[in-house]
């Protein structure tokens, strides 16, 4: 499972399984972290051609790096990887971390529920 792999490479998000209008936190402590980088991007982008891609200068915590992402409605599904400010890549060994989205939106369907109370 991918999933354990990204763990144990430091590669974090939450919730675990995003849906499309979710805003999700990215964590790392990978390889970059681990070799002294002090500046870490995620560089991100949706389905398989990496549509939207941008790069989020991610936050120092005491435990590694965060940032924050959008999941847009129109992702299939949420890839990543990181660079330091030297350029240097943990893209997984050229995998990219790629995260499944679960099948409908949460929020269309909190929506509705509310709308059948009324």
Known sequence: MPEIEYVANGVTI?????SPFDDVELFYNGILTQTGATDIYAHVGFGMEWLGSSDYKMEKTEHGYKAKIYIPSNAENLNVCFKDAANNWDNNTGSNYSFVLSVGDRKDQTLSKVKDWF
Do not use: E, F, M
Request: a neutral charge.
């Open 14 to 18: 939450n919730p675990a399984i995003p």
